[in-house]
């Protein structure tokens, strides 16, 4: 049997038991992170969402940014997780991400994603951001109303939606793929 994948799941502030449920579900190990050095020997990070400015402000403290900015295997932000990874935060996506994007209030809708992978993904948006602009290498993988919210840069995946909060595996696997990916490449 092959060896289960080590995802790291930033555990400052939000959704990071969902995600590490769904991992766990998906035959992964997820490794909860909170200090610089846990990101070491993981095969994969995820950023979750929550509360952009309150997980900015921990990972400082924490010394986690310096950090995350030299990781190098594959991350998945996700929301919250979508928005540190932009060009304003730490800078390892090229995308500009416009925070709130779908209106000031609270709001929160489901919406049918085609993401290429048979039937539609259905994606929970929460005070959810959109991607106002992205650089040449970014492949846009899904939009609601021409406006991307899921997208692809080599190792790096962003959805500005909450895949941990639903049934449906797909968006997890897509990342896990991409873990195998590069864990081959580096073989
Ligand atoms: N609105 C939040 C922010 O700007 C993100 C919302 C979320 O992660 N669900 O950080």
Redesign the pocket.
């Known amino acids: 049997m092959e060896k289960p994948l080590r995802i790291g799941v930033l555990a400052v502030q939000?959704n990071f038991r969902e995600h590490a449920a769904v991992l766990r579900r998906l035959g992964a190990e997820p490794v909860e992170v909170r200090l610089p050095e846990q990101l070491e020997g993981l095969d994969g990070l995820i950023l979750p969402?929550?509360?952009?400015?309150a997980i900015t402000r921990l990972m400082r403290l924490y010394g986690l940014d310096e950090a995350l900015r030299r990781f190098p295997a594959p991350v998945f932000g996700?929301?919250?997780?979508m928005?540190i990874l932009d060009r304003d935060h730490l800078g390892l996506a090229d995308v500009a991400v416009e925070?709130?994007a779908f209106g000031r209030q609270v709001r929160s809708f489901e919406a049918d994603l085609d993401v290429g992978m048979g039937e539609p993904v259905r994606a929970v948006f929460?005070?959810?951001?959109w991607i106002e602009d992205a650089g040449p290498d970014v492949e846009i993988l899904a939009e609601v109303d021409g406006h991307p919210v899921l997208a692809r840069q080599g190792r790096v995946l962003v959805a500005a939606f909450?895949p941990e909060l639903t049934d449906d595996t797909r968006i997890h696997e897509l990342f896990l793929n991409q873990v195998r990916e590069a864990m081959s490449v580096r073989a």
Do not use: K, L, V, Y
């Not at 929460?126 to 951001?129: D, E, H, N, S, Y």
């Open positions: 939000g969402g929550g509360e952009s400015t996700t929301c919250a997780g928005i925070r709130n929460i005070r959810a951001p909450h």
